[in-house]
């Protein structure tokens, strides 16, 4: 059967993320100790908010990747739907991408720390 639609989308974004994030963050999303942090830990509160939401796309290992904004924009959905497992994330778009990924983020642990803080209480 041929995929079309929002299987093939959800398809060529699984290989995508194999094939760009899944090195180091493992098939699960879980990543490993000293390597990638586990996306599931918290990832739910950083899809919840706005700040998050642009970490989730400045990373270096989503902004820099060779992936277009549609693209990452769809990774990104399927890290959110099918390894964090949340359903009710609002979906990443192509222009949000666009619009957040040329930001660099200066200091990204130090930045990932301040915002569990913020938003896991
Ligand atoms: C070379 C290893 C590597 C690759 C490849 C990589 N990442 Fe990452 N990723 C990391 C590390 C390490 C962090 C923790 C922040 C940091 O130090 O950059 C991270 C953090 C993240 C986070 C934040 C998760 C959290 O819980 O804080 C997201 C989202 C993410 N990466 C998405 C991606 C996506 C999407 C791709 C593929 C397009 C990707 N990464 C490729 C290593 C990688």
Known sequence: MQATGVLAQSNSARINYLLNCQGCHSADGKGSAGGAPD????????????????????????????????????????????LIQYNEAIQFTETEVEQYRGTKISNVVETRNQLILELVR
């Open 39 to 82: 996306m599931t830990l918290y990832g739910k509160e950083f899809l919840q908010s706005a700040p998050g939401r642009r970490f989730f796309i400045q990373v270096p290992g989503s902004s820099n990747s060779s992936l277009s904004n549609l693209e990452l924009a769809d990774v990104l959905n399927f890290i959110a739907s099918e």
